[in-house]
């Protein structure tokens, strides 16, 4: 315990190795896809370069490479085939080793399978009944519908046990979503998220909050924004993406409360994934 050591280290949660090895498909993938990105723009520069300013959008697939490699050889640009052919096996290379390694990040990573937890009066929990982690029972299904298998596969991977967290303000700090505070005696001010948390988990959940608004409309945080994210929102802008970051935060409290136990997918108004 620090004690109000403010010299003390941070303390810093050491994952096994079976552990590291899970999160790090995920995270391997996400360099192969920004490698094959690189080589992709660099393809697209040389052509542009070399006056060829026609549509290069995904030029690499086997598709549009066929296509792409048959207009440089009828204008005579058998040079640029040349430069580009390497690139276009590359990219096709590394696109299939992405393909593999999500395969493996999904596979490695399940959702639990135990019965669920009932309350005294043998009713299911709901999300608004505080979580005993030491006490927790996941529940049989926690992946709610418009969370993929591979965005559950890196927010799991990444938390590594769900137990870890003892109360609900501990998974929204994990991520960065709490809000940063500026205050001077009596005067508080809060300002933006502080940011100071997982960017992995962090933007995976901000992607899925916008899928799971729009699949599951009494989700509790499209009730607590209706005119943000409900079916008939009219709120655009800076306010509907600070609703969509606040939901990323709920549904992070929402999946933590579903591995310990405390809450099931309907009693927070969510449909179970079909796959």
């Not at 996400?30 to 006056?51: E, N, P, T, Y």
């Not at 696109?95 to 399978?113: I, T």
């Not at 997982?198 to 992607?207: G, P, Y």
């Not at 009219?234 to 600070?242: C, D, E, F, Q």
Request: glycine share 10%; with cysteine.
């Amino acid at each position: 315990m620090s004690r109000g050591n403010r010299a003390c280290l941070r303390p810093v949660r050491v994952p096994s190795v079976e552990k590291q090895q899970q999160r790090g498909y995920h995270r391997r993938r996400s360099q192969v896809i920004k490698m094959r990105c690189q080589i992709a723009a660099q393809g697209r520069s040389l052509l542009w370069d070399h006056g060829w300013l026609k549509q290069l959008k995904s030029w690499w697939t086997p598709k549009n490479w066929e296509q792409l490699r048959a207009d440089l050889l009828a204008a005579g640009c058998r040079w640029l085939v040349g430069m580009i052919e390497p690139m276009q096996k590359m990219c096709l290379q590394l696109n299939g080793y992405g393909n593999e390694l999500e395969k493996k990040a999904v596979s490695e990573v399940k959702p639990p399978k135990a019965a669920t937890r009932k309350s005294e009066s043998g009713l299911p929990l709901n999300a608004a009944q505080s979580p005993a982690a030491s006490e927790a029972a996941p529940t049989g299904k926690v992946r709610p519908k418009g969370l993929g298998e591979l965005s559950y596969a890196i927010i799991t991977s990444e938390v590594g046990d769900w137990n870890r967290f003892k109360n609900r303000g501990q998974p929204g700090s994990f991520i960065g979503c709490c809000p940063s505070e500026y205050s001077s005696g009596e005067s508080q001010k809060m300002g933006e998220i502080d940011r100071m948390g997982s960017s992995r988990i962090r933007t995976t959940l901000v992607e899925a909050a916008w899928r799971i608004c729009r699949l599951n409309p009494n989700w509790r945080g499209v009730r607590k924004y209706p005119e943000e994210l409900g079916p008939e929102a009219t709120v655009r802008g800076a306010r509907k993406r600070k609703a969509i970051v606040a939901c990323a935060r709920m549904l992070m409290i929402d999946l933590w409360r579903l591995h310990v136990g405390t809450a099931t997918l309907e009693g927070l108004g969510l449909e179970p994934a079909t796959t």
